[in-house]
């Protein structure tokens, strides 16, 4: 199954209203399972390195919430 066929899938299954909010992606590293970047639609950031895990997460997820910029 690809990628994209599952993500169809597992939208097909989402509560009404689930797609109108951002979704985003953690990427973790391998050994430690601490988030390292994050990917949402129309953007991304990478955690600093004296950031907390935590602070990284609330802080993508709000960058994630804001409206896009149009410069």
Same mark, same amino acid.
């Given at each position: 199954?690809?990628?994209?066929?599952?993500?169809?899938?597992?939208?097909?299954?989402? &509560?009404? !209203? %689930?797609?109108?909010?951002?979704?985003?992606?953690?990427?973790? /590293?391998? $050994? +430690?399972?601490? &988030?390292? !970047? %994050?990917?949402?639609?129309?953007?991304?950031?990478?955690?600093? /390195?004296h $950031? +907390?895990?935590?602070?990284?997460? %609330?802080?993508?997820?709000?960058?994630?919430?804001?409206?896009l910029?149009?410069?």
């Amino acid at each position: 199954m690809t990628l994209r066929t599952r993500l169809r899938r597992l939208e097909a299954k989402a &509560p009404d !209203g %689930a797609a109108d909010s951002p979704t985003v992606i953690f990427i973790c /590293d391998g $050994e +430690t399972g601490e &988030p390292r !970047g %994050a990917i949402w639609a129309g953007g991304g950031c990478a955690r600093e /390195d004296h $950031e +907390t895990a935590d602070s990284f997460e %609330a802080r993508a997820d709000a960058m994630a919430t804001q409206p896009l910029s149009r410069a």
